[in-house]
């Protein structure tokens, strides 16, 4: 028991000592300024030491805080590119539109300078290979077209109706290989005729007269021979001239003027006779 009392007073003395070191560091520091060095030297040496505590929570708020910006980044992003998409495809629309609308006015233009009656109307369907150039249009009968009449796009001769319905009609083109048309060159007044060979873009001229003085870049038109197309409608432009020493002719190749493969309105040329006829 004597020991432990012993031990007992050890402990006390100490702790009152700091006791009272410590009230009088705190007056001290209360009623004058001579601690300061102290606690700046103090704070200078735990600010290390509180950098490294505090690290780690820092480090974690960073981190989170940079997961949530990219992804913040990556949904405006994505956000971006859907916005991108969209305007492009309006922007494809738009420039489909004006190029549509450019076409209608032409078309629109080529009506005011025929003489003849006309209907507007668009394609169907398109049936191309070199054994059959048809197309399909969405006007017929009940909008006053008949087979025989031809069809023309803003730039010459595509064709002429060769069946139709109440609300459709075959238009066979000018490159079928079954077709043939009456044409006269604008230059010298020479008559022949434009058969289609199965190409788009060639029409054949055969057996022309050695003496007809033929050269690529003649224009021809339609003769109206044979009453199947009216006179004067662009239909090709020769591209070249052929000469055959053995038969004695000239053959030659001619574009077709109008846009076979891609024209989507069209024009119907309905003569006043035929329209008096059908009416």
């Known amino acids: 028991m004597k020991n432990i009392f012993q031990q007992g007073r050890g402990k006390v003395v100490p702790t009152l000592f700091l006791m009272v070191l410590s009230i009088g560091l705190m007056v001290t520091d209360h009623r004058t300024a001579h601690l300061d060095v102290i606690r700046s ?7 290390p030491l509180q950098f490294l505590v505090s690290l780690p929570p ?3 708020a960073w981190v989170g805080e940079w997961f949530r910006t990219h992804n913040r980044l990556v949904a405006e992003n994505e956000g971006l590119r859907e916005s991108n998409r969209m305007l492009n495809a309006r922007l494809q629309k738009m420039e489909v539109l004006l190029e549509e609308n450019t076409r209608l006015r032409n078309l629109l233009g080529s009506a005011r300078k025929v003489a003849d009656q006309v209907s507007v109307a668009e394609l169907l369907s398109v049936d191309q290979n070199p054994y059959r150039q048809l197309i399909e249009l969405n006007k017929g009968t009940l909008d006053g077209i ?23 009609a075959t238009v066979m083109l000018v490159s079928d290989p079954e077709h043939a048309i009456a044409v006269q060159f604008i230059k010298n007044g020479i008559r022949s005729i434009a058969f289609g060979n199965g190409s788009t873009d060639q029409l054949e001229l055969r057996y022309l007269p050695v003496t007809a003085d033929v050269m690529p870049g003649d224009e021809l038109v339609t003769s109206g021979l044979g009453g199947r197309f009216p006179p004067d409608y662009p239909v090709a432009t020769v591209t070249s001239v052929t000469l055959d020493p053995t038969d004695g002719f ?8 109008a846009s076979l493969d891609s024209s989507r309105q069209v024009l119907v040329i ?10």
């Open 146 to 168: 008949v087979d025989g009449q031809a069809v023309i796009d803003e730039h010459g001769i595509m064709g002429q109706v060769i069946q139709s319905t109440p609300n459709t």
């Open 58 to 60: 820092q480090g974690g």
């Open 270 to 279: 309905r003569p006043r006779e035929i329209t008096g006829r059908s009416e």
């Open 250 to 257: 000239v053959s030659a190749i001619a574009r077709p003027k």
């Open 41 to 47: 030297a103090a704070a200078a040496m735990i600010s």
